[in-house]
């Protein structure tokens, strides 16, 4: 009495989730909802009934297609789901995910390799995006196929993988009305709320890529070098934080964001480890162990921006194509940037490296109360 749906259980980047073909999942969106939360066992803090890890970055679809868009070859929804929650976002990017697009789809045979390495476009359906991914397809005693051993490492994950590289064509608001959705590049808010004295700090509304609020770490208390353990026991903090996320959630457009998983909360400090800045990333009411891939390129963004709040915190490189090392709890993610030698405040190209690995192939089985499957 329940229905099995082919999938690819694999790990983009730092997170990880089942991925399907889109014609293998049910055409009307509330069926299809109902499918994923019994796929990923939710509303379940363990999510025991299900694939998904019990945390957000382990709480993630991919869901695949040809495209029909001219020059795209690929469309990807990205879903975000929550352990505790019955919610399926489809409005945010993720990088991360974003990174198993390809091999998804080279494994499933909706796309050929191209020789050595194989470069497809992949259009981001949840915000109309636009990335060329490039993977490694050597050939193989069974034919070409991804490779997912090799040397490149990226922090969050353990051991090395082989490179998988991003370059996202045109990112700048990718939620919202643009890259910086206020209209300025830095705004004064007042924080008031229930349990704590009003305070007004300065913050950044940037969008490129992924909708964040970035701000000192040092205008909340904190030092921005905290553990991710020790940022989400302090209650009183996160309180603060989702009171500012929902107030300047309306100064960016975006409405009431209470039930929305965007805008990110980023707190940013000195670099103390060799790199161009130092983050912690609330995802939004939980410390990200590391951070996001379309966040770490809207961090660079705005360490570029003259006026932001990363001016004079942020120790970046000369020249029109800087790498931006943004630090994390976990490590590092950098990011290469490329700027308008007319006007340097003008990104014009954000490349990033990533990783994925096939972990599981067969099929995830959903009761058939919540789908009966295909018609016959």
């Not at 790990?11 to 049910?26: H, M, N, Q, Y």
């Not at 055409?27 to 009934?49: F, K, N």
């Not at 690995?357 to 109360?369: D, H, Q, T, Y």
Request: glycine residues 10%; contains cysteine.
């Amino acid at each position: 009495m329940q229905t099995a749906i082919p999938s690819l259980f694999m790990r983009g980047g730092s997170s990880r989730g089942p991925f399907f073909l889109a014609s293998d999942l049910p055409a009307d969106i509330p069926t299809r909802d109902r499918v994923l939360l019994a796929v990923m066992g939710s509303p379940d803090c363990r999510q025991i009934d299900g694939m998904g890890g019990a945390h957000p970055l382990t709480s993630k679809v991919g869901i695949v297609s040809p495209s029909s868009t001219p020059g795209v070859a690929l469309d990807f929804l990205f879903a975000q789901l929550q352990p505790d929650k019955d919610t399926v976002d489809t409005s945010p990017n993720c990088g991360n995910m974003l990174a198993a697009v390809v091999p998804f789809a080279l494994e499933r045979g909706l796309i050929e390799p191209q020789g050595d390495t194989t470069t497809v476009r992949v259009l981001t359906l949840n915000t109309d995006m636009q990335c060329d991914v490039t993977v490694q397809t050597p050939m193989t005693p069974q034919g070409r196929r991804v490779r997912y051993d090799g040397e490149a490492r990226i922090d969050g994950v353990p051991g090395t993988s082989a490179p998988i590289t991003i370059n996202f064509l045109d990112t700048a608001g990718s939620v919202c009305s643009g890259l910086l959705p206020t209209g300025q590049v830095r705004d004064q808010v007042t924080v008031s709320g229930e349990g704590f004295a009003p305070f007004t700090l300065p913050v950044t509304c940037i969008d490129n890529g992924m909708p964040l609020v970035m701000f000192q770490a040092a205008d909340v208390g904190c030092t921005g070098y905290e553990t991710v353990a020790e940022l989400n026991a302090d209650t009183a903090l996160k309180q603060r934080i989702e009171t500012l996320r929902i107030q300047t959630g309306h100064l960016m457009g975006l409405g009431d964001v209470s039930t929305k998983n965007y805008p990110k909360m980023t707190l940013i400090a000195p670099p103390r480890s060799g790199g161009s800045l130092c983050t912690r990333s609330f995802i939004p009411h939980v410390c990200h162990d590391a951070i996001g891939v379309l966040a770490a390129v809207t961090v660079g963004t705005a360490c570029v921006l003259k006026g932001s709040v990363c001016e004079g915190v942020a120790v970046m490189p000369a020249g029109y194509e800087p790498r931006v090392s943004v630090e994390h709890p976990t490590g590092e993610f950098s990011v290469a940037l490329g700027l308008d030698p007319v006007n340097p405040q003008n990104v014009t190209r954000a490349a990033l490296l990533r990783t994925a690995r096939l972990i599981m192939r067969g099929e995830v089985m959903v009761p058939a109360a919540v789908w009966g499957g295909p018609p016959a």
